[in-house]
């Protein structure tokens, strides 16, 4: 893997699911994430497991699904089922993080854990070792189109640091916010799961959108110094 892109169909047009997704296939999405919202965690309601089957038999890169859900537990299998290939859960909302994160590896999905901006670095110390990937949030989770917290560019760094601490290569995510203004910073601070979702979905040509945010964020990958 060098830097892998992630539409969030968030922002995407609901009753055109299937042309949104084939767009940013044809301009190189790696993964379509799916954003789970349950109305509580996050003051926003989303879709469940029956539109993930749905996306599921259109798409044809793995789905990634972020679940901003209370008790994530009880809904793990049923997105499992519905084909997600990676689902994350939220440090915020789990006394049993170690628990739930072996439970979905049990599911033969990847595991990842996400951070809220005001939860700190620290709260993945004693699962750094077992996670698949750490998704960053650069925003408030609940919306789409909001402006990226700009300390998250160091918590990245952060993150990637605890990461290679405890021998474990497994990429960092970032979502919210992130554009082909901001995407090269990220980037070089080491994300390598690029989420995106106003910025491809809300543009003219989402297919271009998707080509020219991943054409700069490998550039980013090519060229570390800045
Ligand atoms: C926010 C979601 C994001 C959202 C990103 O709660 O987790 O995935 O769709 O949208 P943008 O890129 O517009 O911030
Ligand atoms: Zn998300």
Redesign the pocket.
């Known amino acids: 893997m060098s830097v892998l892109i992630a539409p ?1 169909i ?2 995407a047009n609901f009753a055109a699911l299937g042309e949104a997704i084939a767009a940013v296939e044809r301009g190189g999405a790696d993964l379509i ?1 799916v ?1 789970v ?1 349950d109305g509580h965690f ?1 003051p ?1 309601l989303t879709i469940g497991p029956p539109v993930v089957t749905s996306i599921k038999q259109v798409a044809h890169v793995p789905l990634d699904v ?1 679940l ?1 859900i209370e008790e994530p537990d009880r809904y793990i299998e049923a997105f499992a089922k519905a084909g997600a290939s990676m689902m994350s859960v939220h440090v915020e909302v789990l006394p049993h993080l170690h628990r739930t994160i072996h439970a979905i590896k049990a599911l033969r999905v990847r595991a990842g854990v996400v951070l809220n901006p005001a939860t700190p670095v620290v709260a993945l110390e004693e699962i750094a070792a077992d996670v698949d990937y750490v998704l960053v ?10 402006t ?1 917290i700009e300390r998250s560019e160091s918590k990245v760094q952060d993150v990637r640091a605890l990461l290679d601490r405890a021998g474990n290569r497994a990429p960092v995510e970032i ?5 082909l203004e901001n995407v090269a910073r990220v980037v070089s601070a080491g994300a390598r799961i690029i ?6 979905f ?1 543009a003219p040509d989402p297919e271009r959108a998707t080509r020219e945010l991943k054409a700069a964020a490998l550039a980013a990958v090519m060229s570390p110094a800045r």
Not at 138 to 145: A, D, T
Not at 175 to 179: F, K, R, S, V
Not at 195 to 200: D, E, F, K, L
Request: aromatic content about 6%; charged content about 10%; proline content about 3%.
């Open positions: 969030s968030l922002s994430h954003d919202m996050v926003n972020h901003m949030m650069s925003v408030n989770p609940g919306f789409g189109g909001q990226f979502d919210g916010g992130i554009d989420v995106s979702g106003s910025a491809i809300h």
